[in-house]
Each structure stands twice: as C-alpha cells, then as structure tokens.
C-alpha cells in the first residue's frame, strides 16, 4: 500500500511557489517514501517554476472572493468546481497532510481536505496574513508563520522563519559565481531584482541613474532581471552608459545571482528578502507599492531597523524615485566600508533551516 502523498497548496507568484518547492525538497529528505504533489493556481509562473524543478504538480481553478454581485458569483462557481478537482486530487494521491501556502487557491483545497479530516499545517509567508491564509488558519491543525505578524501577533504557534530552496543559497565565492554568470572579474556587482513578476518601478530608475548618475557606476557592473519588461530597451539604456550589464528575464539558479553581489535592489516579498538576508547581500529594499496594507514594508523593517538593510519607499514616479530610492542605493554603491560593515552584521546572524523544520511537522502529521 502507498505511504501516501503530501499536497502542498498555493500558488499565483513565485513567493508562494518558491517555499513550497523548498519545503519538498526537505521532506524528499527526511520522508523520501512520501509523494510530494502542488496543488497549484493556474497563472503560468506555477507551471513555470514547478516544471523547471521537474515537480509533480495540478492547477486548481481559484479566485479571489469580491462583494460584487457577479464577481461573487463567478466566485463561487470556481470554489465549488475547485473544491471538487481539491478532492479529486487528494483521494488520488491519497494524501495524508496539506500544507498551505497561501493565494486563492488555497481555499478550495483546504475546504476539501477538511471535508476529508485530512490534517491542514498552514505556513503563513507575509507580515501581514492575507484574506485566504486569515480563513485557512482557523481549519488548520497547526499554524506557523514565517515572519512576525505585528498587526496579528496571535495568529501563528511559532515563527519558523522562511522556508528557501537549496537552490536560492549560495555555496561558492563571489568570484566563482560570478564566472558561472559570465560576469566580469574585478567589478562590483549590483543585483536589481523584481521577484517572479518584475518590477517595472525598479526598471524605470534604473534606467533614470544610468542617465543621471552615470559616474557612480564606475568599477561596477549589474545583474539586472527584468522580468517581462522590455529586455532590449533596457540592454540598450546600460550600453548607451557605457555600464556593463547582464540583463535577464528571470533566473531559477538565484543562489548565484545573489552569491556574485555585493549590493542588491529588490522588491521586499518575503522570499525576497529571506535570499538576501541568509546570501548576507546588503539590500535596499523597495516594498511593492499597489498593496493597499503594504505588507512588504513589514517582511523588510526589522533588518532596516537593526542596520543589516535600507527599506524605501517605492513611489512610481522614476523621478521621485531618484531623489530617495535612488539616493539610498547611490550612496551605498559609493560606500564600500558601509556596505561590509552591513556584511559582517549579516553573516554573525544564526542561519535556521525553516524548510526543514516544517517539513519535519509535516511528516510527524502524515505520520
């Protein structure tokens, strides 16, 4: 008889996607006799990063609830044939726990297991817990956060810390991998990033301090990824500066791309953010500005409290940008001490493995 499967749920961005796939990876380690299947959304990053990775995987019809008379129609028809193919999936699987992620799709699989008395854990992944995950916790066996949830303080057992792949941590110097980029030797190097998504923000000021502030780039060179911005107009604004750069969608080895930096730009998503933290990259962080309670702010302000981070506000407006983002990441690109001196405070913090903790309460539920 099958040990059984555990189904890992969310989806939707690449935050949610990216510590599932870490915790999978610990419990092939530690349970290597449990299947490990993502009941996943269907959004076209999830297919993306779960392929690349060879996980098994299933889309779940989802969407987000709204008041709105038809909104709230469409809703429901999608939870209730979501919820169906949720149970589907788990009797197929025969699945013993779900772990939940986070994102629409969470909702209909969690109403399933629960009709089956299937154990839920609830991994939280933001400051701020979310409409699903808010639902989710009160049906869940057992909750944990990956991140303190100031404006809940109860609403998780424990703070674990954030569960990141094998894949997103660096295990060489600098300098080797900088030459598996193909990155110059003898430059520093800045990593702007956007997440999974991009960030089109981060790309017009980047483009604006080419332009404006082209002497600080000397001795540097960037890793940009761009997302599903215009690669070539911005290959063309780093040529036109005369800036060497290495401009890419997206990049599933991250430990690399973080492990060749000396300084990042990057959205404040809590994977984000955890990559930085245990890579020890001094970052300034730009939290994504369309949330209406900004919790990517929250993910960031501890380390930009203690000094081991810069968190700005990201107003849009490129030129706005530059006089407060831009300035932050000018100044720490001109000031090499400051910037080791950030180093050294990240790397004496004790480096926890949350993907194997939850993993470990995962397999104790299957169990």
Not at 53 to 77: C, M, N, Y
Not at 78 to 90: I, K, V
Not at 184 to 191: A, C, D, I, K
Not at 314 to 321: F, G, P, S, V, W
Request: charged share 20%.
């Amino acid at each position: 008889m099958s040990s059984g499967s555990i189904v890992l749920a969310g989806g939707g961005t690449g935050g949610h996607i990216s510590p599932g796939i870490a915790i999978a990876e610990r419990i092939a380690e530690v349970a290597p006799e449990l299947g490990r299947v993502f009941a996943c959304s269907s959004r076209p990053v999830d297919a993306n990063m779960l392929t690349n990775v060879g996980a098994d995987f299933t889309p779940i019809q989802a969407e987000g609830l709204s008041l709105k008379p038809a909104k709230l129609l469409s809703f429901a028809r999608s939870f209730l044939a979501g919820r169906a193919a949720a149970r589907e999936l788990l009797l197929k699987r025969n699945a013993r726990v779900v772990i939940a992620l986070g994102g629409y799709v969470t909702g209909p699989v969690v109403a399933a297991a629960r009709a089956m008395d299937i154990p839920i854990l609830l991994v939280n992944l933001d400051a701020t817990p979310g409409k699903a995950n808010r639902w989710v916790a009160k049906r869940a066996s057992r909750v944990l956060t990956a991140c303190a949830t100031p404006e809940m303080p109860q609403f998780a057992e424990k703070i674990v810390g954030m569960p990141v792949r094998r894949i997103a941590l660096s295990t060489m110097s600098r300098e080797e991998c900088r030459a598996k980029l193909g990155l110059e030797r003898g430059f520093h190097t800045l990593f702007v990033t956007g997440a999974s998504q991009g960030a089109a923000s981060l790309n017009d000021l980047m483009q604006t301090l080419l332009r404006t502030d082209r002497p600080v780039f000397g001795g540097w060179q960037v890793l940009h990824l761009v997302g599903n911005a215009d690669r070539a107009q911005i290959e063309r604004a780093y040529r036109e500066a005369g800036v060497r750069a290495s401009v890419v969608p997206f990049m599933h080895e991250m430990g690399l791309a973080w492990g060749a930096a000396d300084l990042a730009l990057s959205r404040a998503g809590a994977n984000s953010v955890a990559e930085a933290i245990l890579n020890t990259v001094p970052t300034v962080f730009a939290p994504y500005p369309y949330h209406a309670d900004q919790h990517q702010k929250w993910n960031a302000k501890p380390y930009h409290d203690e000094g081991t981070a810069v968190l700005c506000e990201d107003l849009i407006d490129a030129e706005k940008n530059r006089a407060t983002l831009g300035a932050a990441l000018v100044s720490l690109m001109g000031d090499h001490a400051k910037r080791e001196a950030m180093r050294a405070r990240l790397s004496a913090r004790p480096r926890e493995d949350a993907a194997l903790e939850i993993a470990k309460l995962a397999v104790e539920l299957a169990r």
